[in-house]
Nanobody, 121 residues
Framework: VQLQASGGGLVQAGDSLTLSCAAS????????MGWFRQAPGKEREFVAA????????YYADSVKGRFTIYRDNAKNTVYLQMNSLMPEDTAVYYC???????????????WGQGTLVTVSS
């Protein structure tokens, strides 16, 4: 599975941004999709995940109520809608694909290249 993330940019606090992650390759295998982020000098952390059907979603406490993950399987794309962005959301955001839901990034099999989100105060 190959993943291509896009949609990052520079925004102000309170703004919204939507990230996209397009999957190609063996996308028919029912992968769970996730978003992680890594701020400078920090470890990569879990942000959100969604199962194949979209019926189950998972969020980090820090983004719950502000971020929404959803997917369009017809387009092999997963999205992360980010509202009420805060400076502490600044990070490189990575999409990932795997066979099960884990909060530990080391247990995910496939990764996109990352897209930078910078939130100014």
């Amino acid at each position: 599975v190959q993943l291509q993330a896009s949609g990052g940019g520079l925004v102000q606090a309170g703004d919204s941004l939507t990230l996209s992650c397009a999957a190609s390759g063996r996308t028919s295998s029912g992968y769970i999709m996730g978003w992680f982020r890594q701020a400078p000098g920090k470890e990569r952390e879990f942000v959100a995940a969604i199962n194949w059907s979209g019926g189950n979603t998972y969020y980090a406490d820090s983004v719950k109520g502000r971020f929404t993950i959803y997917r369009d399987n017809a387009k092999n794309t997963v999205y992360l809608q980010m509202n009420s962005l805060m400076p502490e959301d600044t990070a490189v955001y990575y999409c990932a694909a795997g066979t099960a839901y884990y909060r530990d990034y080391r247990r995910w099999a496939y990764w996109g290249q990352g897209t930078l989100v910078t939130v100014s105060s």
